[in-house]
């Protein structure tokens, strides 16, 4: 008796933390809290394959109950033989056409909305002096960071994706050494990043970023892809169109200018040791071998996981191995004579770096 009732506190327990555990998704990263059209749409099927098969189980689970309280040995003796309905045509009828009507249910929409959200030929149409009318973004996911051009803007930016509310954004999805998967949870289903071949589709926000915490929705690298794959985020500002059309003008037209004494110092460190891999202007093409660092400065997060403050980045630059493993940036003593920087080199950089902004 005490075994049977320690087994149904235990399962009280796992439900319990089942509840709680369903409340723990943030508005900034859980699918939960569809922040556009293709997320709410994916959404509404989720809750309805979800209703769907709460409605098999209870069914099933009442019919279970049902026949263990009406034929109980108890109630109608040991010898009792139910009556027997192998063989019918009426319930053979019922169980066969039942799961199919449910499977259509959930195919019919399950359909439409794969196609909808492949429908990317808006990404093509021009207005009438020929310019492209809606934002297309070129993703390509590379070890362990992200890359993101703006081929009509003629700007490159990494880490931090920037984008218009309401109204519908194409990517253009690659990767550039192994496969990866771009998600972003509140905005809608992952998509591949493949090397051998372009995947398209397109989101929608319909919420501006700014007063979430750290300002941004969050994406995710969905495709096991390397020792560092857990790291592999990427952070999204959403905002009105005036204020995107600003920020590509500030990316254009914005020319790093190192000031102060220490960041002139750090500038020409820079200069001589990083900038092969690190551009530092937004205005050109994609394919660097390093993120693009024109608006690092306005960044939330080093390496796109650690808090962007200087002690960090200071850690970063001296051993970017030990806190990503399996990146492909230089440890520093490529870069400065076979010895990691010193401090006044690391104080020099950091200053650098963070003034780097199209935003301040």
Same mark, same amino acid.
């Given at each position: 008796?005490?075994?049977?009732?320690?087994?149904?506190?235990?399962?009280?327990?796992?439900?319990?933390?089942?509840?709680?555990?369903?409340?723990?998704?943030?508005?900034? #990263?859980?699918?939960?809290?569809?922040?556009?059209?293709?997320?709410?749409?994916?959404? +509404?099927?989720?809750?309805?394959? &979800?209703?769907?098969?709460?409605?098999?189980?209870?069914?099933?689970?009442?019919?279970?109950?049902?026949? @263990?309280?009406?034929?109980?040995?108890?109630?109608? =003796?040991?010898? !009792?033989?139910?009556? $027997?309905?192998?063989?019918?045509?009426?319930?053979?009828? @019922?169980?066969?056409?039942?799961? @199919?009507?449910?499977?259509?249910?959930?195919?019919?929409?399950?359909?439409?909305?794969?196609?909808?959200?492949?429908?990317?030929?808006?990404?093509?149409?021009?207005?009438?002096? =020929?310019?492209?009318?809606?934002?297309?973004?070129?993703?390509?996911?590379?070890?362990?960071?992200?890359?993101?051009?703006?081929?009509?803007?003629?700007?490159?930016?990494?880490?931090?994706?920037?984008?218009?509310?309401?109204?519908?954004?194409?990517?253009?999805?690659?990767?550039?050494?192994?496969?990866?998967?771009?998600?972003?949870?509140?905005?809608?289903?992952?998509?591949?990043? +493949?090397?051998?071949?372009?995947?398209? !589709?397109?989101?929608?926000?319909?919420?501006?970023?700014?007063?979430?915490?750290? =300002?941004?929705?969050? =994406?995710?690298?969905?495709?096991?892809?390397?020792?560092?794959?857990?790291?592999?985020?990427?952070?999204?500002?959403?905002?009105?169109?005036?204020?995107?059309?600003?920020?590509?003008?500030?990316?254009?037209?914005?020319?790093?200018?190192?000031?102060?004494?220490?960041?002139?110092?750090?500038?020409?460190?820079? +200069?001589?040791?990083?900038?092969?891999?690190?551009?530092?202007?937004?205005?050109?093409?994609?394919?660097?071998?390093?993120?693009?660092?024109?608006? !690092?400065?306005?960044?939330?997060?080093?390496?796109?996981?650690?808090?962007?403050?200087?002690?960090?980045?200071?850690?970063?630059?001296?051993?970017? $191995?030990?806190?990503?493993?399996?990146?492909?940036?230089? $440890?520093?003593? &490529?870069? +400065?004579?076979?010895?990691?920087?010193?401090?006044?080199?690391?104080?020099? #950089?950091?200053?650098?770096?963070?003034?780097?902004?199209?935003?301040?």
């Amino acid at each position: 008796m005490m075994k049977g009732l320690k087994k149904w506190r235990l399962f009280s327990l796992l439900a319990a933390l089942t509840i709680f555990l369903s409340g723990c998704g943030e508005e900034y #990263l859980s699918t939960l809290t569809p922040a556009g059209e293709v997320g709410r749409d994916q959404f +509404n099927l989720l809750l309805l394959t &979800t209703a769907i098969m709460a409605l098999v189980i209870i069914v099933v689970v009442v019919i279970y109950l049902l026949a @263990i309280v009406k034929f109980r040995r108890s109630k109608l =003796g040991e010898d !009792f033989i139910p009556k $027997q309905v192998e063989g019918s045509h009426t319930l053979e009828m @019922i169980w066969t056409i039942i799961p @199919i009507l449910l499977l259509i249910l959930i195919a019919v929409p399950t359909v439409y909305y794969t196609y909808k959200h492949a429908d990317v030929s808006a990404m093509e149409e021009v207005d009438e002096a =020929g310019n492209k009318t809606a934002v297309t973004v070129n993703v390509t996911a590379k070890l362990y960071w992200w890359e993101f051009e703006y081929p009509d803007l003629g700007i490159v930016t990494a880490q931090e994706l920037v984008i218009p509310t309401n109204e519908k954004v194409y990517f253009n999805l690659t990767a550039a050494e192994v496969k990866h998967s771009f998600w972003i949870p509140t905005a809608g289903g992952k998509m591949d990043t +493949n090397v051998e071949n372009v995947n398209q !589709f397109y989101l929608e926000f319909d919420k501006e970023s700014a007063g979430l915490k750290d =300002g941004v929705f969050y =994406g995710k690298c969905a495709e096991l892809c390397g020792p560092s794959h857990a790291l592999m985020d990427f952070k999204v500002k959403t905002v009105d169109r005036a204020t995107f059309n600003a920020w590509a003008e500030s990316m254009k037209t914005t020319v790093p200018v190192a000031e102060g004494e220490l960041a002139t110092q750090g500038e020409e460190i820079f +200069n001589t040791s990083c900038i092969a891999c690190h551009a530092t202007s937004a205005d050109g093409s994609a394919g660097g071998m390093g993120p693009n660092l024109a608006s !690092f400065g306005d960044r939330n997060r080093v390496a796109g996981f650690m808090k962007h403050d200087v002690e960090n980045l200071k850690n970063w630059i001296n051993d970017p $191995q030990k806190y990503k493993p399996g990146n492909i940036m230089p $440890q520093p003593e &490529t870069l +400065n004579n076979g010895e990691k920087f010193n401090e006044e080199q690391l104080d020099a #950089l950091a200053e650098y770096l963070m003034g780097l902004s199209v935003e301040k």
